[in-house]
């Protein structure tokens, strides 16, 4: 499904009815809305991962932020933190969500923090999987290469300091499978809808000042923070920068976690359900 | 029950809910299930036919009594091309009116319902549509036939 949301047309898909019998009466559950990572990627790793974990929970909504997956491409200059939390709100008004509990991860928890500090009334609760508060190239760029070697480092260097096609290719080529540490298979990567021109054009303009530092501070949500300890991507230095900053924050680290937490650690998905119960 | 969820489809704000995804993963790709919508009441379908249904298609709970022009709003306010839609008669004057927007129509508490462009599969009430749960799903996994030239 797809719905007109200020100026774009935004994919949503459902998975969990709201309202569920129990017993002669309808029972209403929590929504949990998730915020998919990129910028770039879609709504599709987590119809494989988290999603499943949660829909006997709660109803979980996807939605492919603007110049994303299925959603409307719209212009360049529109993509950047504010107008994709600005829709996140926008399609919570059209379809009456009602203070959801919200997942972002990586850069979707980046949106998330945005749009809670904005309006911090609108989230019941947030979940933030490998978020960052800025993004300091050097301090991923050291993870890229304890990991995965020289090669690695210099790939992410490349990327951070010239984002354009060809460091782009390279980074996918070697620092992409670092992101996570067990195996996805081909229909991972083929069932997401890439948008390599929005990861180029975030990281040129906005990837680089963004800082959610003070603004973590307006957030008044209960927050649950999930943070691999070796993700390249979203260092742990830099989650718990953002962290310092929540008022209310319950802080969960993973010794061998990366990027892809949803994917590699159960145990993650674990804590999203106890989070979404409570 | 209060609004779940809502849209303004024209001028009318209606409620829904939707358990089942509309796109799941296959192999390597994905596979695009049918979104059948059930009209009101949907309290009825709440704990037999919707959950069935579920496991094979996208469920759309559409919570408010429609017209035909209620109806057409809604499915364009969320771009639900070719529904099947189970209800009583404003789903077949609905198909009538739109030749080609519904896939189906499973017609709850009437009899004759020919001539109306598209499958339909005639449940004679509420209590048959219960026992029916079965017949339902297949109906609506049934492929759809080429039209007749």
Known sequence: MRVQVRDVRLFFDVDGAKLRPAGS???ERPTALILHAGPGLDHAPYKETLGPRLVDLAQVVYLDQRGHGRSDRS????????????????????????????????WGAMIAVRLAALWPELPGKLVLAGPLARIVPDRSIAVYERLGGAAAGEAAFQFYRHPNERTVAEFLRVCFPLLGRTERGPGTLLRAQWNFEALIEWQLHEGHVVDLRREAAQVTAPTLVLQGEDDPQMPLVGALELVDELRDARLVTYPHGRHSLFHDEPAAADEVREWVRS | MGAVV???????????????????????????????????????????LGPALARVAQVVYLDDRVDVDDLVGFLDALEIERPVLVGASVAVVFASRHPGRAAKVVLVGREEAGGIGCPVLVVSGADALRAATDDVVAFVLEPEREPEP
């Open chain 1, 75 to 106: 212009e360049p200059t529109s993509w950047n933190l504010t107008t994709w939390a600005t829709d996140v709100k926008g399609f919570c008004e059209r379809l009456g969500i009602d203070r959801p509990v919200l997942v972002g991860q990586g």
């Open chain 2, 6 to 48: 809502r849209i303004l489809a024209g001028d009318v704000e209606l409620s829904f809910d939707v358990d089942g995804a509309q796109l799941v993963p296959t192999d390597l790709g994905w596979a695009e299930r049918p979104t059948v919508v059930l009209l009101e009441p949907t309290a009825l379908y709440r704990d037999g």
């Open chain 1, 25 to 27: 009466a309808l029972e």
